[in-house]
């Protein structure tokens, strides 16, 4: 047998040792890819839950597409709370947080910089609060009456003109029916972020 024959040999030896090792695999790799699957799955249940745990369910649209074709609807992680949003009118946006568990709940927000007042002049606020939700009167589907809502609002405003709107309160439970199951609204929060004036006005209906 010539050298070069015997270097030949010796590499298939060589190489065909290498064949015959067992292949390993990386345990700790495979614990953590079950570890992330099992708390997927338990985030997943704890999800669906609560979802059949609240008595109202997962939110849905609000807003009427043939009057608002631009909104947009967003369910959030919890399946239950839904987040609408539509350019209302020039310089105000609207967003609409549909949310609540064991109560029905819609919260209003209106963000405009062309609405100007003094955050403290909740006569001035009531008064914009009553316009924009009576603006938007054709173009919501809720299980409530709305229009009554805002009636109710609007007389909660009205009956303190003879004090000069000076008892007007934030957050103020303003009821417009009489059932066994509640139902309020109240004008919730003003506030100036720079140029922008906001407006919240929440409906709640429950416990269901």
Partial sequence: MNKCNSIIIIFLALLCGGCNKPVTTNNATEVAIDTVAKQKTEEIKKVENAVNDCTRGKATPI???DIYPAAE???QADSLTGIEAVPFMKGTN???KNGGCESY???FRFASVMIKGDTADLHFWYGQATYLLTEMMSGVDVPFDYKRAVTYLANYHD???????KDLKLRE?????????R????LDNVQQLGDTSVLEITFV???L
Avoid: A, C
């Avoid at 439970?173 to 199951?181: L, P, V």
């Fill in 94 to 96: 609207l967003t609409i």
């Fill in 159 to 165: 009956r303190n003109r003879k004090n000069n709107y």
């Fill in 73 to 75: 609807f967003k369910l």
């Fill in 205 to 207: 209906v429950g416990p």
């Fill in 183 to 186: 139902e309020y609204v109240m």
């Fill in 105 to 107: 709940v819609l919260t």
């Fill in 173 to 181: 439970e303003i009821d417009f029916e009489q059932s066994e199951i």
């Fill in 63 to 65: 807003l009427k597409k």
